[in-house]
């Protein structure tokens, strides 16, 4: 059975630094594309970053390059999503998901394993 449990979110002023973390389990230790995506009230889902499980894939919506970057520990089954210089836009639940290795994709319903989200709050 496959778990993916977010970790780190709070609330952190403008310009501060939050770092989340993705616990992954039932899943196989290669070959899994794993993306961050955030949801806003009244918002759609929208994709955030993801990155691919063994290789050095990565890719990152344009509202967070330069700021945000994707990484894994592979040995703890761990992806992280650092996010430095925070803005008040970027206040949303964000979600950890694992798609399995048929392509990169930025669309949300073509994840196939979700997280339960942690919440990430930006003041201005």
């Known amino acids: 059975q496959v778990q993916l449990v977010e970790s780190g979110g709070g609330l952190v002023q403008a310009g501060g630094s939050l770092r989340l973390s993705c616990a992954a389990s039932?899943?196989?230790?290669?070959?899994?594309?794993m993306g961050w995506f955030r949801q806003a009230p009244g918002k759609e889902r929208e994709f955030v970053s993801a990155?691919?499980?063994?290789?050095?894939?990565?890719d990152y919506a344009d509202s967070v390059k330069g700021r945000f970057t994707i990484s894994r520990e592979n040995a703890k089954n761990t992806v992280y999503l650092q996010m430095n210089n925070l803005k008040p836009e970027d206040t949303a639940v964000y979600y950890c998901?694992?798609?399995?290795?048929?392509?990169?994709?930025?669309?949300?319903?073509?994840?196939?394993?979700w997280g339960q989200g942690t919440q990430v709050t930006v003041s201005s």
């Open positions: 990155i691919y499980w063994s290789g050095s894939f990565t």
């Open positions: 998901a694992a798609r399995r290795p048929i392509g990169p994709t930025r669309n949300p319903k073509l994840y196939d394993y």
């Open positions: 039932g899943l196989s230790a290669s070959n899994y594309f």
